[in-house]
Structures are given as structure tokens and as C-alpha cells.
């Protein structure tokens, strides 16, 4: 099998889950690094061991011997490196949320039509093994119609105004952080596992630090609680810290969740909630190979994972036999495991989020702008 090549754009925390997770694949180099800064890419590629670095992506887009570019950086790069990479005929792996606006991710959408490239979203949450196990669970009917859907997604890493990260500022991040950053997780998992659109939400945002201490220097995601009170200065906020929607999932479901990053004690609970007419499942990412499954007539069931017992399509993201946990860097791997499949063969199924579910993603964020704005019900049709 030829060995594909790759490259990072973007030396931060996300770019070092998705080098390690790549080089876990066995046919995929990460050939090069891109970071915002001659220093940072040489300083990420020093402890990663990768030789070829630079401060500039466009560099690595002009090498023809790479493949494909995962994208890392701040949102609001992620559409024009995302359009450079496909017109210099690179296949694409773009974190979430896919850009800052729906048109900008309509444009790539189009454009990775019109080309022809592999080109996903890094919705990698999906692939838990027991996650996977909940979806053939309600396609083979065992919870029966889906009547409700609920949960959160509660982190706690910006809960002092001491904490500080790119993604607080709109002009990196897009209008939307918490609501953008992890709500886009949150409604894509439930769409995914039900097969099931939102056709409907009401929203509330809130920022609860009007003002936080901006670091003198950067820093890396979660690594803010590490300053002192000398290293700041202070500055207005603009995104959510919070919210909240209620929603209608197809013609009868109807659900709500919350997202916050000021939840103390919450290290990185995403949990769904989901319940039919013969039974219910709840996931909490936090304790991921665990599922419980609750019955009306009968004692409710704790599963742990393992492949062995679990449908046929879920344990196809089980990799490692029963006992063995698999977490966040395995559901990074499933994911790249299916789009370099596709990059290798155009004819492989498209067996993971692409753009276009991208856009729908950024479709019902700006809806949620609108609500929360209208303090109203708003369709997403």
C-alpha cells in the first residue's frame, strides 16, 4: 500500500491529538507542520519529530508530494486554507465548527464537489465504539420511535476570568464559542445516532464574564489556569459561555440541551439522553466505554464495552478486545482511518461527516444566533 503524506496546519492542542492519532494508522506520514509562526511550527515539529516545518501553509500546499492538510487553526482560517488546499488539489480534514458562517462553508462544499477531493469534518465524537453501539440500537428498532432527546455538554476550563483562549475573541473564533465549539458537537451526535434532522429550536445565550484577563502571551487550550495576575490584561467578551435550546427532532421527537465551559467540576461531560418507546440509552463521555440501556418492565442494564458482544457495524470501531478502554484519541483514529481510506481509493465510502454535514452544522448555529437574538422559536428548513 503507498504511504500517504500529510500535513498538519496548526502546532496547538488539537494538532498534537490529530498527529499522534494519524501516525496510529500505519500508511500516513505526517510529512510537514504549518504553525503561525516560523518558531512555533519548528518548536511543534522538535518534540513531535517532524524535520519539515514552516510559518506559512501555503508552503506545504505548493509541495506536490503531499496528499492532504488537517486543519487546526482558528476558525476563521479554516474556510480560506480549507479553499487554498482543495485548488492546490489537496483532500481535506477540517476541524469543527467547519467555518464562521454557513456561506463560507456552502462555498466549500461546493468546491469539494467540484473537485472531487475527500474532504471531512471532525465530528469524532460519533465513533466511540458504545456510541456506535446506541446508533444500530435505534436503526434495528430496539428503542423503539424516538419520543426525547436531552443532555449537555459541560466543560469547566473557562470558568474564572483568569481563563483565557483564542476561541473567546469573535474575530478567531466566529460570533459563537461555547454554542459553536461544543453545541456543534452536541446536534450533530443526536441527528447522527437517531437519523433524525432539528427541524425546529428555541435558544438562549449568555456571557456571564462581560470582561476577562487576556493572557500577555499565548497559550495553549486548557493551560490557562497555569498564569499569575501579572500576565494579564483585561478585555471585553463577545462570545457565549453558555446556552441553551430547546429543539424538535423530526415530525415527534422533541428534546433540549445545554452547553457551558464555566461548569465547575465538568472536565469534558458530553452526555446524551435518549428515549423511545421501548427503551432508553444514556452515554456520558466522561466514563465512554460504559452505556446504560433503561427498559420500563424489566431491571435496567450497565454495558461496557466489548466488541465481541456489540452489533456487528458498532464493533467495527472496536479495536481492542473487552477490558480494553478506547476513548477520545481511538474515536480521532476511527475517523482518519475512514477518510484516508477515501483518499486512497475514491471508489471507499464516504463512512464519515463530510462538509456537508458541515454546513448543516453551521445552518442550525446561525439559527441558534437568530433565536437566542428574536428570544423566539425559529424553523431550520
Known amino acids: ?28 506520514e505526517v510529512a510537514a507542520i504549518a504553525g503561525v509562526s516560523e518558531e512555533e511550527a519548528r518548536g511543534f515539529g522538535a518534540a513531535v519529530g517532524i524535520g519539515v516545518t514552516t510559518g506559512d501553509y501555503r508552503t506545504v500546499l505548493s509541495d506536490a508530494s503531499i496528499d492532504a492538510v488537517h486543519i487546526c487553526t482558528p476558525n476563521v482560517l479554516h474556510h480560506p486554507i480549507a ?3 482543495m485548488q492546490a488539489g489537496k483532500h481535506v ?7 464562521v458562517t454557513a456561506a463560507q462553508a456552502r462555498e466549500m462544499v461546493e468546491l469539494a464537489k467540484k473537485t472531487g477531493l475527500a474532504n471531512c469534518v471532525n465530528h469524532n465524537l460519533r465513533y466511540y465504539p458504545v456510541v456506535q453501539q446506541v446508533r444500530r440500537l435505534i436503526e434495528n428498532g430496539e428503542l423503539g420511535e424516538i419520543l426525547i432527546a436531552q443532555g449537555t455538554y459541560s466543560q469547566d ?8 483562549n483564542w476561541r473567546l475573541e469573535a474575530k478567531e473564533n466566529g460570533p459563537l464559542r461555547a454554542m459553536g465549539d461544543i453545541g456543534s458537537h ?66 415527534r421527537a422533541r428534546g433540549a440541551f445545554t452547553v457551558s465551559q464555566m461548569s465547575a467540576g465538568c472536565k469534558n461531560r458530553f452526555q446524551f439522553e435518549i428515549f423511545g418507546t421501548k427503551a432508553g440509552a444514556i452515554w456520558n463521555q466522561e466514563r465512554p466505554d460504559e452505556l446504560w440501556i433503561g427498559q420500563r418492565n424489566s431491571p435496567n442494564q450497565v454495558l461496557i464495552k466489548d466488541g465481541s458482544l456489540m452489533d456487528p457495524k ?7 478486545p473487552g477490558g480494553h478502554g478506547e476513548g477520545y484519541d481511538d474515536a480521532h483514529k476511527q475517523v482518519f482511518r475512514r477518510f484516508y481510506r477515501r483518499v486512497a481509493d475514491a471508489s471507499a465510502p464516504e463512512d464519515y461527516p463530510t462538509f456537508a454535514d458541515g454546513l448543516w452544522g453551521m445552518q442550525l448555529l446561525e439559527k441558534v444566533i437568530e433565536s437566542s437574538a428574536k428570544r423566539a422559536w425559529v424553523e431550520t428548513a
Open 93 to 99: 480534514l477540517c476541524e469543527k465548527p467547519l467555518t
Open 157 to 164: 476550563w473557562l470558568l474564572y476570568d483568569t481563563d483565557f
Open 314 to 320: 458498532a464493533a467495527a470501531y472496536a479495536d481492542l
Open 186 to 251: 452536541w446536534m450533530d451526535m443526536v441527528q447522527h445516532l437517531t437519523g433524525l434532522k432539528i427541524t425546529a429550536l428555541c435558544a438562549d445565550l449568555a456571557i456571564f464574564h462581560a470582561t476577562r484577563k487576556k493572557p500577555k502571551f499565548a497559550v495553549e487550550t486548557f493551560t490557562g489556569k497555569k498564569l499569575s495576575p501579572e500576565d494579564y490584561d483585561p478585555i471585553a467578551v463577545d462570545t457565549d459561555d453558555f446556552g441553551a435550546v430547546l429543539f424538535r427532532l423530526g415530525k
Open 83 to 85: 479553499m487554498a488546499a
Open 1 to 28: 500500500m503507498k504511504k500517504l503524506r500529510t500535513a498538519m496546519i496548526g502546532a496547538g492542542f488539537m494538532g498534537k491529538v490529530h498527529t499522534e492519532a494519524i501516525r496510529r494508522l500505519g500508511n500516513v
